[in-house]
Every structure is written in C-alpha cells, then in structure tokens.
C-alpha cells in the first residue's frame, strides 16, 4: 500500500468562527444568510449562545445553539447564525475546499442574484484597510438579511416560488466555476474513501501493511488577523497539508 500523507477525516476543513454580534436591520445580531450547492456543513458550538436560522423546502426552523450543541445541514439549506452572546463556533465542512471555491451563495434579492457583476459587487470586501473590510462585510450582512426576509416570508405564506427562483438564480451563477469541484471531491473525499477501502480489502486478506505507516498529525497554530467570513470572523486551520509528527 502506497505511503499517503495523513489526511483531516472526511477530508473536511475545519475553521474557528465567532459569529458576528453587530445588529441587522431586522435587529438580530449576527451573520450572512447564504447557502451552500454542493457541501454539508456542520456547527460545534464551543461557547456562547443563539440559533440557527434555516430555510429549506420543508419550511423555515429555528434551532437553539448553546455550548455542546452539535448541528449540520445539507446543500440547499439557506442558514443564518443568530449571536444572542458570545457565540463561537468550530465550524467542520465537507468537502474541503469547495467553500473556497465559490459553492457558497448569499441571499441578496433576487435581481442582485440574477446578476453574476452585480453579485460579485456585493459580495467581495476590499482588501484593506480592516475598518472598510468590517464596513464592508456588515453592509454585505444586511443586503443578504433583506433577500432572506423575503424569502422567510414567502415560505411561511406557503408560496414556494421565491425559494425555488432563488434555488434557480443560485445554480446558473455557479455554473461556469463548477466545473472544477469535480476535481476537488475526487483528490479529496473520494480519494480518502477510496483508501479507506483499500485497508478494509486488506484487512480482509490478513494484510495490516498499513498500520506501519502510522503517524500522528497536527495542524498549524492560527496566527495572524481573523478574516471577515459570511457568518462572522474567523480563521481557518491548516488540515490541507498536516505535519507528521514522529
């Protein structure tokens, strides 16, 4: 069996989050509603407390969150963090490096959404300085809250119509990126799988070869100035390329 550098479980990223506790124009304190098209995220909350605001074709839910609480959602699932004090959250997503690479839509209104220019406008930040970044992002929050509240309240009307547009308008302004996530799933969770079989097959002909390449690994420390992300600020661990440690 080839030697493989150790790879983060599921190959999945795994990112410190507190979440935003400035207000919205709704008055809620707390992140950007979006969606993600093709990844599972999940929230383990490690102190503070708030929700999880959700939409998807079932309805709109709001789930409590407090230290020990343990929440995932699947592609399709519009989510907003809601900060009620303190809210910090080690966010774990499949599919590493998808997120990254744009399989992240936010609920602008829909003729922003409609438009790939405009879009993009209003959601990339500026590069500097940190004050206009901070500027920047709450802006972006609040343009999201506006397009999500129109989409609560068409679904908590029973009108589906909005949400399946938005679900539309979402798809055609990632299409023309998608096209390289294929390659991403397969260098990452399907080639993880697809090792973990290999050890299974082994295993089952009496061959443990691999248990000679143990190793223990260890992301980076976080340094440096926390990013502004959708839901709040953050830093993201380095699981991409671990340190094995002998």
């Not at 061959?207 to 260890?218: F, G, K, V």
Request: hydrophobic share 45%.
């Amino acid at each position: 069996m080839p030697l493989t550098p150790p790879s983060f479980p599921g190959a999945t990223s795994v990112t410190l989050l507190d979440v935003y506790d400035d207000a919205a124009p709704d008055g809620l304190h707390g992140g950007s509603p979006h969606m993600h098209l093709a990844s599972t995220e999940c929230y383990v909350v490690i102190g503070g407390r708030g929700e999880l605001h959700t939409i998807d074709a079932g309805g709109a839910r709001e789930t409590a969150l407090s230290e020990g609480s343990v929440v995932w959602f699947t592609p399709g699932t519009i989510h907003r963090a809601v900060n009620h004090g303190d809210l910090k959250v080690l966010v774990v997503m499949g599919n590493a490096g998808l997120p990254e690479a744009g399989d992240a839509v936010m609920t602008f209104p829909p003729d922003i959404v409609a438009d790939p220019e405009r879009y993009a406008g209003a959601a990339t930040l500026p590069a500097e300085p940190l004050e206009a970044r901070a500027d920047a992002a709450a802006r972006r929050r609040d343009l999201a809250v506006e397009g999500y509240l129109r989409l609560r309240a068409a679904v908590d009307a029973g009108d589906p119509a909005p949400l399946r547009e938005f679900h539309a308008a979402a798809a055609a302004l990632v299409r023309e990126r998608a096209a390289a996530w294929t390659g991403i799933v397969e260098r990452g969770p399907v080639a993880q799988a697809a090792h973990s079989l290999d050890i299974t097959r082994a295993l089952a002909r009496g061959d443990a070869a691999h248990l000679a390449l143990a190793a223990i690994s260890e992301a980076p420390a976080l340094t440096g100035e926390r990013g502004f992300g959708m839901c709040g600020r953050l830093s993201a661990y380095d699981v991409s390329d671990p340190r094995a440690l002998r």
